[in-house]
């Protein structure tokens, strides 16, 4: 029971967003690419969030009940793999295939978009949050001054 | 005046529980994206108010040594109720936090945070005073 505790799962939050922002950045440029290194064209990525709790030593954990109340939030990125890629009939395309189809990833750029905004806001909650818990701890330190 | 009188503890305990209520709130905030998490609310005015007991209704009457004093003293073991909010409104992930609510639940956790802070830094102001003056 501390701000540094609010402060530690506030910053979770802010990296959770990053990481999805930047999934997303990483979408919306590669909307179009053919090719990677893998093979094949880009696969979309997508990040997942999971709740998981925010005190890592074992006395912390002890402490009691807030432990497994207050919870931190842990992003994973995955390939998506539930959409195929488009296929579009693009003869002199040179990542075509012996039919002339090439085969582009399957990402909607307003989809997108709109997930970018969403990452935006729940950052700035997040950064919101965090500058709250800041002047909650400044102010504690005013106390019998 | 008493140092150890009922006004500076209960202004520690609200300031304690308000601390966790704001890491409560950063949780809820920070799990707003993930799926199948539930918003979480800490309920202490309950039990602290029982704890303060300003009217004396709340601790039995006790006249005698042996008897068990139930009730007051309430102030060591205080305990906060945490629990899932029964308000949410469940969106398609399984998800219940409302952002908008978890900022105005901060807000207003803040400026009575603050108020309970100003309140002991006067209370100590007075204790401060009463030392001093001669």
Known sequence: ?145 | MDVNDKTLKALSSSLNFRQMRQEVISANIANADTPGYRSKRVDFEAALARALDVDGNMSMKTGDQRHFDVGSGGFDNLKPEIFNDPNGVVSEDGNTVDRDREMALMAENKILYDASVQLLAKKLGLMKYAVQSQ
């Open chain 1, 1 to 145: 029971m501390d701000l540094l505790t609010s402060l530690k799962i506030s910053s979770s939050g802010l990296a959770a967003n990053r990481k999805r922002m930047g999934a997303i950045s990483s979408n919306i440029a590669n909307a179009q690419t053919t090719r990677t290194a893998e093979g094949g064209p880009y696969r979309k990525k997508e990040v997942v969030f999971g709740a998981e709790p925010a005190r890592d030593s074992f006395s912390e954990i002890l402490e009691g009940e807030l432990s497994e109340n207050a919870k931190a939030v842990h992003a994973t990125e995955v390939i998506s793999t539930n959409r195929p890629p488009i296929l579009k009939y693009e003869p002199n395309h040179p990542d075509a295939n012996d039919q002339g189809y090439v085969a582009y990833p399957d990402i909607n750029v307003m989809e997108e978009m709109t997930n970018m905004i969403s990452a935006s806001r729940s950052y700035e909650a997040n950064v919101q949050a965090m500058n709250t818990t800041k002047n909650m701890a400044m102010k504690a330190l005013e106390i019998g001054r």
